[in-house]
């Protein structure tokens, strides 16, 4: 049975830092792609960033992030991180972390099949 565990969420002022954790079991942690997309209420999941391990290691992230957020796994640990900096009150909303058997840009909810249960992320302006 595959779990994915999200954690690090919480409160933030604006401009602060949060780094998210993501544990999965159950899979062959360094087969799968693995991505983190977010919600806000009353607004579409988009997705945030993604990383994949093989053949090679290739990351991605989204426009809204890019230059302030950094995705990393450990392989070993089966876990993945999202270091989130220069946080502002649009980055609120309902992190996700996805574990998926393929790659594919622009990021798709429905190419992952084994998500979390979410942890919210709030920045006060």
């Known amino acids: 049975q595959v779990q994915v565990v999200e954690s690090g969420g919480g409160l933030v002022q604006a401009g602060g830092s949060l780094r998210l954790s993501c544990t999965a079991s159950?899979?062959?942690?360094?087969?799968?792609?693995m991505a983190w997309f977010r919600q806000a209420p009353g607004k579409e999941r988009e997705g945030v960033s993604a990383?994949?391990?093989?053949?090679?290691?290739?990351?991605y992230y989204g426009d809204s992030v890019k230059g302030r957020f950094t995705i990393s796994r450990d392989n070993a640990k089966n876990t993945l991180y999202l270091q989130m900096n220069s946080l502002n009150a649009e980055d609120t909303a309902m992190y996700y972390c996805?574990?998926?058997?393929?790659?594919?840009?622009?990021?798709?909810?429905?190419?992952?099949?084994?998500w979390g249960q979410g942890t919210q992320v709030t920045v006060s302006s």
């Open positions: 159950g899979l062959t942690f360094g087969n799968y792609a």
């Open positions: 996805a574990a998926g058997s393929m790659w594919r840009l622009p990021l798709r909810a429905g190419d992952y099949a084994y």
């Open positions: 990383i994949k391990w093989r053949p090679t290691s290739v990351t």
